[in-house]
């Protein structure tokens, strides 16, 4: 399963590489305020699902472009480019997501970077890889000295006060913080200890799973604004090493609203 994930990952960044240079040319469609949608991203998505399909026909699909594909209890769940608006405008900062749920558990992962060529895997209880080498999270374990990745919320601007308070708090007491404007990219490089940690609040399920998995196959850990195992059906998430993490967590509990 985790081959055929990685194959279709290929294909569709083989189909968003060849596009680069065609972008003035593209249809690009606003499903909502900066929430943008181009001719690739749909040719990616077919182009996954086809591959998908053909090994696995009784496979449930979840895709950010067209929606649920009812299947048995394998669920893809597929993000064909995240980071449009990088895309969009040339900013070489995308990838494909692509994961894998068996009954509730993300079984398998795959994150590609089609311009770095840079493939990101792991299986439920078999570590993470990026380009067939094991990574692990960062040693780091205290907020001075980390680098945090994060995004804005501009699907859910009504957030927004919350996540400056978020922001300000741990901007004090880090070394730096940075927002590339592609979550699952953001949750490989905390796998891979590019970032020490990650929060992020207002995503959807497919700029998450993939790098959920990664993140906890090399040793890190992932979790909703309350410490739990809802970040899926929140949208809200915090992750990082260990150490890390809970120092995040607590760090930004009091502009944490309630459940």
Same mark, same amino acid.
């Given at each position: 399963?985790?081959?055929? !994930? $990685?194959?279709?990952?290929?294909?569709?960044?083989?189909?968003?590489?060849?596009?680069?240079?065609?972008?003035?040319?593209?249809?690009?469609?606003?499903? +909502?305020?900066?929430?943008?949608?181009?001719?690739?991203?749909?040719?990616?998505?077919?182009?996954?699902?086809?591959?998908?399909?053909?090994?696995? &026909?009784?496979?449930?699909?979840?895709?950010?472009?067209? !929606? *649920?594909?009812?299947?048995?209890?394998? %669920?893809?769940?597929?993000?064909? @480019?995240?980071?449009? %608006?990088?895309?969009?405008? +040339?900013?070489? =900062?995308?990838?494909?997501?692509?994961?894998? $749920?068996?009954?509730?558990?993300?079984?398998? #992962?795959?994150?590609?970077?089609?311009?770095?060529?840079?493939?990101?895997?792991?299986?439920? +209880?078999?570590? #993470? *890889?990026?380009?067939?080498?094991?990574?692990?999270?960062?040693?780091?374990?205290?907020?001075?000295?980390?680098? @945090?990745? %994060?995004?804005?919320?501009?699907?859910?601007?009504?957030? /927004?006060?919350?996540?400056?308070?978020?922001?300000? *708090?741990?901007?004090?007491?880090?070394?730096?913080?940075?927002?590339?404007?592609?979550?699952?990219?953001? /949750?490989?490089? $905390?796998?891979?200890?590019?970032?020490?940690?990650?929060?992020?609040? +207002? /995503?959807?399920?497919?700029?998450?799973? #993939? !790098?959920?998995? @990664?993140? =906890?196959?090399?040793?890190?850990?992932?979790?909703?604004?309350?410490?739990?195992? =809802?970040?899926?059906?929140?949208?809200?998430?915090?992750?990082?090493? &260990?150490? @890390?993490?809970?120092?995040?967590?607590?760090?930004?509990?009091?502009? *944490?609203?309630?459940?």
């Amino acid at each position: 399963m985790l081959n055929i !994930g $990685v194959r279709a990952a290929r294909a569709a960044g083989e189909i968003i590489s060849r596009s680069m240079d065609k972008v003035e040319a593209l249809h690009i469609d606003e499903k +909502g305020r900066n929430d943008f949608v181009t001719e690739v991203d749909q040719r990616a998505e077919r182009e996954i699902i086809r591959i998908i399909l053909e090994a696995f &026909p009784e496979h449930a699909i979840i895709a950010e472009e067209s !929606g *649920v594909h009812a299947g048995n209890e394998y %669920t893809w769940i597929i993000d064909p @480019l995240d980071g449009t %608006t990088n895309f969009i405008h +040339g900013f070489p =900062q995308f990838a494909v997501s692509i994961a894998l $749920v068996h009954k509730g558990k993300i079984e398998q #992962a795959i994150i590609y970077d089609p311009l770095k060529q840079e493939m990101f895997t792991a299986t439920r +209880g078999a570590g #993470a *890889v990026l380009n067939n080498r094991r990574i692990r999270v960062s040693r780091q374990i205290t907020l001075s000295g980390a680098l @945090l990745g %994060t995004g804005f919320p501009f699907k859910a601007q009504s957030q /927004l006060d919350s996540y400056l308070d978020m922001f300000r *708090v741990l901007f004090k007491d880090t070394a730096g913080i940075r927002r590339a404007g592609a979550a699952a990219l953001d /949750l490989a490089y $905390v796998a891979a200890g590019r970032f020490d940690g990650f929060w992020e609040m +207002g /995503l959807r399920e497919w700029d998450m799973a #993939a !790098g959920v998995l @990664l993140i =906890q196959e090399a040793g890190g850990i992932v979790s909703d604004f309350h410490g739990g195992d =809802q970040y899926l059906q929140s949208g809200n998430i915090v992750a990082g090493t &260990p150490k @890390l993490h809970a120092q995040i967590l607590d760090s930004i509990q009091a502009y *944490v609203a309630a459940k």
